[in-house]
């Protein structure tokens, strides 16, 4: 049946009312004009595109330019999420604690039963898991470290990571029983073959959710690189092979492609090129030290979701 163009803007008029001053749903709308949902949706795409929809944003707390970067590094990069904490002035504990709580809640959003959850290191993600707000209604996780051991510091010990993880929730941890570094190619090799490791590794490609710490740039002629067990001749070759960052000991340049160095293949990890596979990778990092590094990630498209602070992302656009 034909409706009337006056009885039809009547109708129009009337859905808007009801959907935007009463609140009603869409359902209840079709119900009391006594039309159907797709005529309903139909009436409403044309009082949008005749005009009778007005919006008007109001930022009451100012985040629009927040939103709008956000949108800006998703579009550049093709993310499929984003999330940024404004860190003004803020020193480099307080950005990393900043950014650590912002992804604690955003895992936790995500956060059910019967997850597979693969986890590399950082002190970023060691704080986020700090942050974690214990829920053992949540049950049956398994959890698999992705790289194997650095040193003695508990930000670098994948292992105590994903126990922190179990004790908040309930589940069971995979664990790469493995050293971070070997001192052959050969070693390594035959460590990844071992069946408990290759399991592991093998394991990794049907993950659903990965969350990986992004490294740091390396410094020339430094003594230290974070707690990775590295010589000053070992990062001078990484900032010859010109190293922006890692993740999991896995060195990238600015643009994405991986590092070709005497430390590429002693590594017992995933190799980071699976990560575009991945379901769900959530990179974490900030501060000026991982700009270079976030931008590396970012071209390489080892993530599908980056949580970082407003100003890193802003130097991160800056640099492309």
């Known amino acids: 049946m034909s409706i009337s163009q006056e009885h039809r803007y009547y109708l129009k008029l009337k859905a808007l009312y009801y959907l935007y001053e009463q609140g009603y749903t869409q359902t209840e709308i079709a119900k009391r004009l006594n039309i159907s949902r797709v005529t309903l949706?139909?009436?409403l795409d044309e009082a949008k595109a005749e005009g009778m929809i007005k919006f008007e944003i109001v930022d009451i707390r100012g985040a629009m330019k927040t939103l709008q970067l956000e949108e800006r590094l998703r579009q550049q990069f093709g993310l499929e999420d984003i999330k940024l904490v404004d860190c003004p002035n803020a020193n480099a504990d307080s950005v990393t604690k900043k950014i650590a709580s912002e992804a604690a809640a955003y895992f936790e959003q995500l956060l059910h039963s019967n997850m597979k959850i693969g986890?590399?290191?950082g002190r970023t993600l060691n704080s986020m898991i700090e942050s974690l707000s214990p829920d053992k209604t949540i049950k049956d996780l398994l959890v698999y470290t992705l790289v194997g051991g650095s040193s003695q510091s508990v930000d670098f010990q994948p292992n105590i990571l994903a126990q922190h993880i179990i004790d908040k929730y309930n589940g069971r941890a995979n664990i790469l029983t493995a050293p971070f570094m070997c001192q052959s190619e050969e070693l390594c090799t035959a460590i990844k073959r071992e069946p408990t490791i290759s399991s592991i590794l093998l394991d990794s490609h049907d993950l659903d959710v990965t969350l990986v710490g992004i490294g740091e740039a390396p410094v020339r002629d430094a003594d230290h690189l974070s707690d990775y067990p590295f010589d000053t001749p070992m990062i001078n070759e990484l900032v010859d092979?010109?190293?922006?960052?890692d993740?999991?000991?896995?060195?990238f340049d600015i643009h994405g492609n991986l590092c070709e160095t005497t430390l590429k293949n002693r590594i017992v990890s995933i190799d980071i090129r699976d990560l575009p596979n991945h379901k769900r990778v959530i990179g974490i990092g900030g501060g000026e030290?991982?700009?270079?590094?976030?931008l590396g990630a970012l071209?390489?498209?080892?993530?599908?979701?980056?949580?970082?602070d407003v100003q890193t992302a802003e130097k991160v656009l800056e640099l492309i």
């Open 41 to 43: 949706g139909r009436l």
């Open 241 to 245: 092979a010109q190293a922006a960052g």
């Open 299 to 308: 071209n390489g498209h080892y993530l599908h979701v980056l949580i970082t």
């Open 247 to 251: 993740i999991c000991g896995n060195f």
């Open 289 to 294: 030290k991982k700009v270079r590094s976030i």
């Open 119 to 121: 986890l590399t290191w």
